[in-house]
Nanobody
Framework: QVQLVESGGGSLQAGGSLRLSCAASNVPTHVRETGYTMAWFRQQPGKQREAVARIWMGDVPGSGNTYFSDSAEGRFTAAQDNAKNTVYLQKNSLAPDDTAVYYC????????????????WGQGTQVTVAS
């Protein structure tokens, strides 16, 4: 089945930059042909999981269109390597409150930034920003 692997986490410096990758494997051809959504979520210590961004994927019009949650708009950027079923998440000017587990997820078709809509999840990658 589809599997997702996040990378790029670790201990980072305040004021520095974050760049995470998520690669999906075993994405069926029919899923690529009808389109799918990959998304980023994060969970800060002591808080509920929150949405960050979603990207429209596949061999479909509008592939690469990106949407951010209200809290992430203007603070994060996202990109894709569509042919490799891979998405990226970037943030500059990191602060200690960016410390979180960052999760990648994949949903079939075009779905909104609600965790319940995503069928496949990565294991998450820990990002720690030192104060």
């Amino acid at each position: 089945q589809v599997q997702l692997v996040e990378s790029g986490g670790g201990s980072l410096q305040a004021g520095g930059s974050l760049r995470l990758s998520c690669a999906a494997s075993n994405v069926p051809t029919h899923v690529r042909e009808t389109g799918y959504t990959m998304a980023w979520f994060r969970q800060q210590p002591g808080k509920q999981r929150e949405a960050v961004a979603r990207i429209w994927m596949g061999d479909v019009p509008g592939s690469g269109n990106t949407y951010f949650s209200d809290s992430a708009e203007g603070r994060f950027t996202a990109a894709q390597d569509n042919a490799k079923n891979t998405v990226y998440l970037q943030k500059n000017s990191l602060a200690p409150d960016d410390t979180a587990v960052y999760y990648c997820a994949l949903g079939l078709g075009q779905v909104m930034l609600d965790p319940s809509f995503y069928k496949y999840w990565g294991q998450g990658t820990q990002v720690t920003v030192a104060s």
